[in-house]
């Protein structure tokens, strides 16, 4: 990724971890009972399972077009 993607990525997951923390019920039901890796929080958990979201949805965007 370039610079920039790596920026936007950033802020996409600044920006999710905040909005996690402030509902962390939100966050917690998101992920049901999906194991989490050690050392990693719910919250956490889902501001990186957005950005991973994020990037299928663009590869899917992508290789259809």
């Not at 039901?29 to 990186?48: I, K, M, Q, Y």
Request: charge should be negative; include cysteine; glycine fraction near 4%.
């Amino acid at each position: 990724p370039t610079p920039s993607e790596l920026s936007t990525l950033r802020h996409l997951f600044e920006q999710q971890l905040q909005i996690n923390v402030q509902n962390k019920s939100i966050s917690q039901e998101s992920l049901g009972d999906v194991p989490l890796p050690e050392g990693v929080t719910p919250v956490e958990f889902a501001a990186w399972h957005c950005v991973a979201m994020t990037l299928l949805n663009l590869h899917e965007t992508i290789t259809k077009g």
